[in-house]
C-alpha cells in the first residue's frame, strides 16, 4: 500500500514509521511510505503556507492553494489513492474504518494540518475526513501516524502467524474490549491468574474469555 503524507514537520514520522511493524510493513514491501512537504508548494520567497483567517481571529490557516498542490502531485504518484484529512471536524475515525481502508487495495494521502487548521474549500479536494477523538491536538501529524498505524497493521502479512486481528478490541461493532490478558508468573506479589486458564480447559477458557469481554458503553 502507498501511503503519501503532506506535512510540514515530516521528521515527526521517523520515530514511528522506523520501528517495529510499520518499519517491517515497508522492509517487507507491504507498506511504501513517502512526504510530501508542503513548504516546496509555498507561495513566494517566502514559501508561504498560512495567512490570517477572513473575518478575523486567532491564529493562521493553511492556504488553499499550496495544500492543493500538494495534494495533486500525491494524485499524480497515485491517481487512485484516497485522501484523508484528519479534523476535528470529521467523523470519528473507528476500527471499521481502518479495516474498510485496509481491506481496499487503494493507496492513502494523508494531509497533516497545522495552526488553526485549513482553508475550508480544500475539502473539495478530500475524499474522507476523520477527528481520531474529541480532543484538539497542535497538527494532523499524530492523528495521521494513528490512522496509517491502525491500517498498516491490518495488512496481510504484517502481523504474521502469531497474532490474529480478528480477535480483537473493537471488532464487527467498533464497542466491543477484548477479555483481559495474563502472562506468567502464574502468581505476582500475591495476585493469582484466573484458575480457569491454568487448566488447559480450551472450552472453559473460551467461556470465560466471552464472559470477560466487555463493551466500550
Ligand atoms: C490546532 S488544530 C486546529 C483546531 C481547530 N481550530 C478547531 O478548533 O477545531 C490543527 C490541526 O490539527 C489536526 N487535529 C487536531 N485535533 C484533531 C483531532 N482530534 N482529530 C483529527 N485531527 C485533529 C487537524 O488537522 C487540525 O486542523
Redesign the pocket.
Given at each position: 500500500m502507498k501511503i503519501q503524507v503532506i506535512t510540514l514537520f515530516p521528521e515527526m514520522f521517523t520515530g514511528v514509521l522506523g520501528n517495529s511493524m510499520l518499519w517491517k510493513a515497508a522492509d517487507r514491501g507491504i507498506a511504501e511510505y513517502s512526504f510530501i512537504n508542503l513548504r516546496d508548494y509555498g507561495l513566494g520567497p517566502r514559501k508561504q503556507v498560512d495567512d490570517t483567517p477572513y473575518g478575523g481571529g486567532d491564529?493562521m490557516l493553511?492556504k488553499p492553494e499550496p495544500l492543493v498542490a500538494a495534494i495533486e502531485f500525491a494524485k499524480q504518484n497515485d491517481p487512485d489513492a484516497r485522501v484523508i484529512?484528519?479534523?476535528?471536524?470529521?467523523e470519528l475515525?473507528k476500527q471499521s474504518v481502518a479495516k474498510e481502508l485496509a481491506a481496499s487495495d487503494k493507496g492513502l494521502i494523508l494531509?497533516?494540518?497545522?495552526?488553526?487548521?485549513?482553508d475550508e474549500r480544500v475539502t473539495e479536494w478530500v475524499d474522507s475526513q476523520?477527528?481520531?477523538?474529541?480532543?484538539?491536538?497542535?497538527?494532523?501529524e499524530?492523528?495521521a501516524m494513528i490512522i496509517i498505524d491502525s491500517v498498516v497493521r491490518l495488512l496481510p502479512g504484517v502481523l504474521g502467524g502469531e497474532t490474529s486481528a480478528d480477535i480483537e478490541s473493537f471488532q464487527d461493532d467498533d464497542e466491543s474490549i477484548e477479555f483481559p490478558q495474563y502472562t506468567r508468573p502464574a502468581d505476582f506479589r500475591g495476585r493469582a491468574v484466573p484458575e480457569v486458564l491454568l487448566n488447559g480447559h480450551h472450552a472453559e477458557i473460551a467461556k470465560w474469555r466471552a464472559r470477560s469481554s466487555d463493551n466500550v458503553n
Open positions: 491564529g493553511l484529512l484528519p479534523t476535528p471536524r470529521g475515525y494531509i497533516c494540518p497545522r495552526y488553526e487548521g485549513y476523520y477527528r481520531i477523538g474529541n480532543y484538539v491536538l497542535t497538527g494532523g499524530l492523528p
